[in-house]
């Protein structure tokens, strides 16, 4: 597709969204149960469903069709701006979150730690507008972000003013992200303006991170800006100390930014890889990221009961994430054996114990290359690999591959896919196919566990000499 055909595409799937997102997106007052079939039959239901369906295949496709090409930065940059600009002004799309930042926010405001009460203890002024599943547990997210929703729900007081100062530092990480990805796409040989067409102009980044202001947004400017930072000063204390900050700065908003930490601290090394020159050169990157995530728990008052939140993630049971499916599909084949037991806290437990070994060695490996494409695929493997899979995950690693490496193929498909996951008024789309999902999952699961296993028998096979 020409470059101008595909902007123009890509404007009017955004414009058909924002239809849907005002039509029956996420809605203070909407339905906290709805399922497909209640959204079709309720008012507007088919424009609505109509409306997401095209509004997403449009940007979808104009964001595939220029996959690999070498685009100028500016013309990106353009029309990226294009395509948010219609939804900076409509409810949000695609998720409920936003209200739980602002009830959270007023929680922290009013003196109770949301790592230990629920939001209805206070209760929140804006409880209703909140799913039920989420209103009595602890918050999940970081020390900063609690601190930063606190300050919103206190600037602001209302819920319309909160929604409106999440979306903008939900903008805020992406003018970020614009800035840092061209810095690692220097460092590792990749065109500027292609790595910036695959991490900003996704449908997810569009739909979940801008219209659903989730704070996925600020983690990843963060998380690429102190990358940057790191990738750009490598061996000289005072950016290395900085860019961990930044790298603490974005745990703190969601923890799972650690994991990049180990890799980062393998791009601050200057001259080949050494213990001594890991300890000399990363340390301060280590030093910076740890540092900043006890300092602003310590300034917030907080502790670290957002890791009993992480726990919350596995009441939601969706074949999106494989280790997930994989359970639910055992479960599936033993009905027939008479037998009722749930095996999702198994496969769990393995998805989680493959992680950690998938982590050990992809930092193993990237201790004689460039350490920074590893990180991408670590993000990669952690949400790949957790219990919890939600579509706007996916950026996180999308856009560290999208800066550092040419093959990136495979995760712009899985962000093509998970597009289509949720409608635009947040029902996820996995909870009404497990039947069919799971069992599709776990094939994929075997295919690929099948796939590695013969890439790396090959790998060990001697080569023959003529």
Same mark, same amino acid.
């Given at each position: 597709?020409?470059?101008? +055909? ?41 424009? !609505? ?10 940007? &979808? ?7 690999? &090409? ?6 990106? *940059? ?9 939804? +900076? ?66 600037? =602001? ?88 900050? *930044? ?72 074949? =999106? ?12 084949? $033993? ?5 009722? $037991?749930?095996?999702?806290?198994? =496969?769990?437990?393995?998805?989680? &114990? ?13 201790? =004689? ?76 699961? !075997?295919?690929?566990?099948?796939? *590695? ?14």
């Amino acid at each position: 597709m020409p470059h101008h +055909l595909a902007r123009w595409t890509g404007l009017a799937g955004s414009a058909l969204l924002a239809v849907a997102a005002a039509l029956g997106g996420a809605l203070p007052h909407g339905d906290l149960r709805p399922t497909p079939l209640s959204i079709w039959q309720g008012p507007n239901g088919p424009l !609505i469903i109509l409306g997401w369906l095209v509004g997403t295949g449009l940007l &979808a496709y104009a964001w595939w069709s220029l996959r690999d &090409a070498d685009l100028p930065v500016r013309w990106v *940059l353009v029309t990226v701006a294009l395509w948010l600009l219609p939804l +900076l002004f409509t409810p949000p799309l695609g998720s409920r979150d936003v209200y739980a930042y602002a009830c959270q926010g007023a929680s922290y405001a009013g003196g109770i730690n949301p790592y230990e009460q629920g939001v209805s203890a206070l209760p929140c002024p804006w409880l209703d507008t909140m799913s039920y599943i989420w209103r009595d547990t602890p918050a999940p997210y970081g020390p900063l972000f609690v601190v930063l929703s606190g300050a919103v729900v206190s600037a =602001t007081g209302s819920l319309i003013g909160s929604i409106a100062l999440f979306r903008l530092l939900a903008v805020a990480g992406v003018a970020l992200t614009a800035a840092a990805v061209p810095v690692l796409a220097r460092r590792c040989g990749v065109p500027a303006g292609r790595a910036l067409w695959l991490a900003l102009a996704s449908p997810l980044v569009a739909v979940h991170l801008v219209s659903g202001a989730h704070n996925d947004a600020i983690m990843v400017g963060l998380l690429v800006a102190g990358l940057a930072v790191v990738a750009s000063r490598p061996g000289r204390p005072g950016p290395l100390l900085t860019g961990g900050v *930044l790298l603490g700065l974005s745990a703190a908003i969601k923890v799972t930014a650690l994991v990049v930490v180990p890799f980062a601290a393998l791009a601050a090394i200057v001259g080949g890889y050494s213990v001594r020159a890991l300890i000399r050169h990363g340390g301060w990157v280590v030093g910076g990221a740890v540092g900043v995530m006890v300092a602003v728990t310590v300034a917030a008052g907080l502790d670290f009961g957002w890791i009993s939140g992480l726990e919350q993630g596995n009441l939601v049971i969706a074949w =999106t994430s494989p280790s997930t499916a994989v359970g639910q599909t055992v479960g599936y084949l $033993g009905l027939p054996f008479g037998w009722h $037991g749930d095996a999702l806290p198994v =496969t769990r437990a393995i998805g989680m &114990a493959v992680l950690a070994v998938l982590l050990v060695g992809l930092w193993w490996r990237a201790r =004689t290359r460039e350490p920074l494409p590893y990180a991408g695929l670590a993000l990669a493997a952690t949400v790949a690999l957790a219990p919890l899979f939600h579509p706007w995950y996916w950026t996180w690693p999308l856009t560290v591959l999208a800066a550092t490496t040419p093959r990136v193929r495979w995760a712009v498909l899985v962000a093509l896919v998970s597009s289509f996951l949720v409608l635009a008024d947040g029902t996820g789309l996995p909870r009404y196919t497990k039947t069919v999902g799971a069992p599709l999952m776990t094939l994929l699961v !075997i295919v690929v566990v099948v796939r *590695l296993v013969r890439s790396a028998r090959a790998a060990r096979r001697p080569v023959a000499v003529e």
